[in-house]
């Protein structure tokens, strides 16, 4: 059964559609990727799944469930976590004390908290920064504690919105297996991501919108070899 | 030792009247406890929740006026106004926080100014009620002596710097700051920025209001000028908080203290006392530029430029 279900959705901001008309599913323990150029409204997407905004027309069902006209907090209390494009750290706590604060959606006290936020801040690999204030951290810093802090609200599924956007290599490489090991633990993963290698190398599917529409989608193989797809990246093939 | 402190500070406090001081100081000690309860409720508020209040006076006002009216229209000893006033601020947060709450960062400090000039404009007019602005008398005084007045207020005090401290190291305090560091980030963690804002309000509310229940029965005599006043309540309440130390646990305490303290020194000096409002506006200016997390939030930097001073001189 599909983990989660996107309907017919369109958001209009006054006349301008950023998505119109997107249908797409999400098998449980997949990951799917979210890849398109700049303006096609991966972003808005994740914002509709999130409850950020409720879309103009369609709905998304989580479970079954209907989900698409509820807060954020609800939707996250059901179990879909994400993270940011801009970073949001909560700048004046330290490291530790972010992942506690999500980490309080599922327990009460302060000592299971701190032991679900110590055992996510060791999965991402942020042990030696526990008592750094997040505001003094580098961006690839930055954004493992996105992904500890979605990871500490117990998530069925995460949405990870560029997670890898501006990182070194050797980030790339730490980052991608962490995604891999996220994904063994069965959290199904959506994600929005610009370097083709990285989505390549991990989606299980991958839908490509363009203009705000749903261009293609199948599998990595699929999506590489298909002629719209390449024509929207890389301009229109010159005939021969 | 500093796990003690409080408890120390208490006994000390508590010990204060038997040594028996005059009734100035103890009207000041009065005060100075009074206004830092003031100070720890906006503090949980605009400090550790960010929505930064101007209309503390709102509050403040209808817990004094629940006292006053409670004596002028029932007859009732307005020390009842204590405890009735955590219902009706209660209830009057409730109705606020819907409207003020939607709001966010400057449209929610207009909001709240706009909430207490609103209150105070009513309370001036509304004269079947409130007694315009003749105010409310308090005939019968329960005591003449200070002294009780002192332990009534260092209790309320007291109650409030536990309660305050249990919430802040609790999950609603996480809550709290994660709303203040970013609205978005928290709504989408989980958090119902909504309700924390509404509790924040709530208990920010009330125990500004049990301090204003508590003024009408001290000073005997309330008017919306007094209690309703943007100047003398809201803005005090803000530079208390700013002087001592934005979400700081000392910070309303050392901040109420000096404000006191300062306001009656500059009163007393000839002269220059109805001009105490500009010293006020000096002293934030000063203390924005110089130490912008208060006195207790910016402590070692203190010691650095007074240290620096010594060194040079």
Known sequence: ?240 | MKRYLPLIILAILAVLPVIGLSTYMMHILILVIMWSVIGMSWNLLGGYCGQVSFGHAAYFGVGAYTAGVLYSKFDLSPWWGLPLCVVVVALFSLVLGFIVLRLRGPFFALATLASGEVMRITAENWVDFTGGTMGILIQRRTWVEKTWYFYIILIIAALTFFMIKKLVESKLGYYFVAIREDQDAAESLGINTTLYKTIALCISGVITGIAGAFYTNYMGYIDPHVVFALHDISIITIMIVMVGGVATFWGPYVGALIMVLLAEYIRSIPGLGAAHQTFFGILLIVIIIFLPNGIVGDFQKLKRLVGLRRASG
């Open chain 1, 1 to 240: 059964m599909s983990l989660l279900q996107v309907k017919g959705v369109s958001m209009f901001f006054g006349g301008l559609a950023a998505i119109s008309d997107v249908s797409f599913d999400i098998q449980k323990g997949d990951i799917l990727g979210l890849i398109g150029p700049n303006g096609a409204g991966k972003t808005t997407m994740f914002n509709v799944v999130n409850g950020f905004y409720a879309p103009s027309r369609g709905e998304v069902f989580f479970k079954g469930k209907k989900i698409s006209g509820l807060k954020p907090h609800q939707i996250c209390k059901l179990g879909v976590a994400r993270t940011f494009q801009v970073v949001k750290p909560l700048q004046r706590m330290s490291v530790l004390d972010n992942v506690i604060a999500s980490a309080y959606l599922r327990v009460n006290n302060r000592g299971e908290a701190e032991d679900i936020a110590r055992e996510k801040i060791k999965f991402t690999g942020l042990h030696d920064d526990v008592n750094v204030i997040s505001k003094g951290l580098p961006l690839g810093k930055r954004k493992k504690l996105e992904i500890a802090r979605a990871l500490a609200t117990q998530p069925e599924m995460l949405m990870l919105d560029e997670s890898f956007a501006g990182l070194n290599p050797a980030e790339l490489d730490e980052s991608i297996e962490i995604i891999r090991k996220i994904k063994e633990r069965g959290i199904t993963i959506m994600i929005i991501e610009h370097h083709m290698k990285v989505i390549m190398a991990i989606s299980d599917r991958i839908v490509v919108l363009s203009y705000g529409q749903k261009l293609a989608e199948g599998t990595p193989n699929e999506i590489g070899n298909n002629p719209l797809v390449v024509e929207a990246y890389l301009g229109e093939a010159e005939s021969a």
